[in-house]
């Protein structure tokens, strides 16, 4: 019998846990879930007769690597930090590995010894990154064997509120991890415009946002993402005089966003005085208040005499206990994912505009659209290299027609699908 191994039974496992089980029964496969939390793992399977849940600090080498040995393939959803000593030991045991983190230096470290042993690490393999290269790579390979010059790449995705659950004033809520919504940005940004090598800072990342309007939501802003420089290269795209990855938000959550910012307020070194009440601890936002942000602000509780909580340590330990009380998704609320591709390109001494877009709705706060937009690609993708359908070894990331068209195809029978316009 098969083994999955799945580290990580947070937010982004659960619909990834449906997924598995139910493939479990089909296949006769055996789904192991782990998790830091005792009583996580155990509510995320229920009752499943092909699954079972362990508790262990993933620190613990020889207990991590006793489960690593038993398994047939490796899904981590841990914090990217932690993914090295899961990927370590799979190299060593000789088993293939998918996340949904970034590529980072450490398991580019590992690249010679995932080929030697023809290993598959299949990395970037959730929403964004993830979805948004499999479904920009599906258009950009397609525009190309037309015999299609691209001049320019934009990709925007964001996960946002379902209108039906849209009731604060940044339009907003937390569907993933909190402390990622408060440093989101914070590297700054690289990225090329009409042949433009553009840099963004931390403090300028927000200002004047760009907006797009998209099919059935209306206008939403976008801001550059860490460097999309790298991924030239990836597409193939250096004939393109623009190439930029985004994060798509309300305007509004931009413009109170670039307050908090500059203020300082998701500062993560600077320690805070725990005598502080929210009110003192924000007072640096005060030349930044307009009408508009004002009542964001006020809405979020900055101006409360409250004293701060006792375990915050820094101005972002402040501001995510804030984010998590006031932007929480209550039961019945439903998130949303919003993905756009914009490709403009010559064909025939014409010029053309296409545009490819997915918009997926969640189901409630525990099954939600980010849960299923992170979880099923790794799940379809764990199904395909077990039944031997993708049998590329090496370290990857899905922009590879063998990779991305099965897993594409799957994911419309799940209703993540996207719908393309061209002119």
């Not at 937010?11 to 009583?39: F, H, M, R």
Request: glycine share 6%; proline share 4%.
């Amino acid at each position: 019998m098969k083994n999955i191994l799945l580290f990580g039974a947070g937010k982004s496992a659960t619909c990834l846990i449906d997924y598995l089980i139910n493939e479990s029964v089909v296949n006769n496969w055996q789904i192991t879930v782990v998790d830091g939390s005792p009583d996580l793992a155990k509510s995320k399977i229920g009752d499943a007769q092909n699954a079972s849940a362990h508790y262990i600090n993933v620190e613990n080498t020889p207990a991590r690597r006793k489960l690593v040995a038993e398994a047939d393939v490796v899904i981590s959803l841990l914090p990217p930090f932690l993914h090295f000593l899961v990927a370590q030991d799979c190299v060593d045991l000789g088993k293939d590995l998918l996340t949904a983190s970034y590529v980072d230096d450490k398991i580019r470290s590992l690249e010679k010894k995932i080929a030697d042993k023809k290993l598959l690490f299949l990395c970037e393999m959730g929403l964004d990154p993830g979805i948004d290269h499999m479904s920009a790579m599906d258009l950009i390979h397609r525009a190309k064997n037309s015999g299609a010059l691209i001049n320019s790449f934009r990709s925007h995705t964001g996960g946002l509120v379902a209108p039906e659950s849209d009731d604060n004033p940044w339009h907003y809520k937390i569907s993933w991890n909190p402390r990622n919504v408060v440093m989101a940005g914070s590297a700054g940004a690289v990225y090329k415009e009409e042949n433009k090598i553009i840099n963004k800072t931390y403090r300028s990342l927000f200002e004047n946002c760009e907006e797009i309007n998209v099919k059935d939501i209306g206008r939403l802003a976008y801001y550059p993402n860490r460097d999309s420089l790298s991924y030239i290269p990836v597409y193939d795209l250096s004939s393109a005089s623009t190439f930029i990855r985004t994060t798509l938000r309300h305007p509004s959550f931009c413009r109170g966003w670039e307050a908090i910012v500059a203020a300082g307020l998701t500062n993560n070194q600077a320690p805070v005085n725990n005598s502080l009440t929210f009110k003192a601890w924000s007072a640096s936002i005060k030349p930044f208040i307009t009408d508009e942000i004002g009542h964001q602000l006020e809405f979020l509780g900055l101006f409360e005499d409250l004293v701060v909580p006792a375990s915050a340590k820094t101005s972002a330990d402040v501001l995510q206990y804030l984010l998590e009380k006031k932007l929480a998704m209550r039961s019945n609320d439903k998130d949303m994912i919003v993905m756009v591709h914009e490709l403009e390109y010559e064909l025939e001494n014409r010029s053309y505009y296409s545009r490819s877009s997915l918009i997926v709705t969640g189901e409630d706060n525990s099954r939600t659209a980010m849960a299923r937009t992170v979880g099923l690609p790794l799940g379809i993708a764990a199904k395909l290299i077990l039944q031997e359908r993708i049998k590329r070894t090496g370290l990857h990331i899905p922009i590879l027609p063998e990779i991305y068209e099965p897993v594409l195809n799957e994911l419309k029978q799940h209703g993540i699908r996207f719908e393309e316009e061209t002119n």
